[in-house]
């Protein structure tokens, strides 16, 4: 097969190519409204569970990563979303899996935590540092707070 090739031959930069083909990508989005950032609480698993995080979520088979926002958005927060621009880097989460960042402006609703959050923030340009981020999550957040106080 394609992949069987691909792995067969030792990419120049190692073994990121292979990696690449086979991570699977999950997706979060940096939302803004009226100037502040969007922060969740996940409530599960429990190793994650009072840890904050932007809102997102897992690719299903065949899906973009903007399409999968929005739908993750919609799910989880019950709000209408439209994704801007993808926050440069990709962060490694559990073994095979990478986060992707988006920022992303709010549409229409007001977000409730339906699933899997416990409780949401709207930070302003001051605020960010406010929450316990995971850890993951932090590169991301500090170019989204650039970004809003750059706005
Ligand atoms: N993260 C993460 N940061 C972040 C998100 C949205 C997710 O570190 N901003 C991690 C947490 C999980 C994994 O990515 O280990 C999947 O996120 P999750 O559980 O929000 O994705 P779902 O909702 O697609 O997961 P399932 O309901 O299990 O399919």
Do not use: F, N
């Amino acid at each position: 097969s394609a992949s069987a090739r691909e792995a067969a031959v030792a990419p120049p930069g190692g073994r990121s190519t292979l990696r690449r083909m086979t991570e699977r990508v999950v997706v979060a989005g940096a939302v803004y409204d009226r100037g502040r950032l969007l922060a969740a609480r996940r409530s599960a698993p429990e190793e994650l569970a009072g840890r904050w995080e932007l809102p997102g979520g897992k690719l299903e088979p065949g899906e973009r990563p903007e399409e999968a926002l929005v739908r993750e958005l919609r799910e989880e927060l019950g709000v209408e979303t439209e994704p801007l621009a993808r926050i440069p880097g990709s962060w490694p989460l559990k073994p095979g899996y990478v986060l992707q960042v988006w920022t992303a402006r709010l549409v229409s609703g007001e977000p409730r935590p339906l699933e899997d959050h416990d409780a949401l923030r709207w930070l302003g340009p001051d605020e960010t540092d406010t929450v316990d981020w995971l850890d993951q999550d932090r590169p991301a957040v500090a170019e989204a707070a650039r970004l809003l106080r750059d706005s």
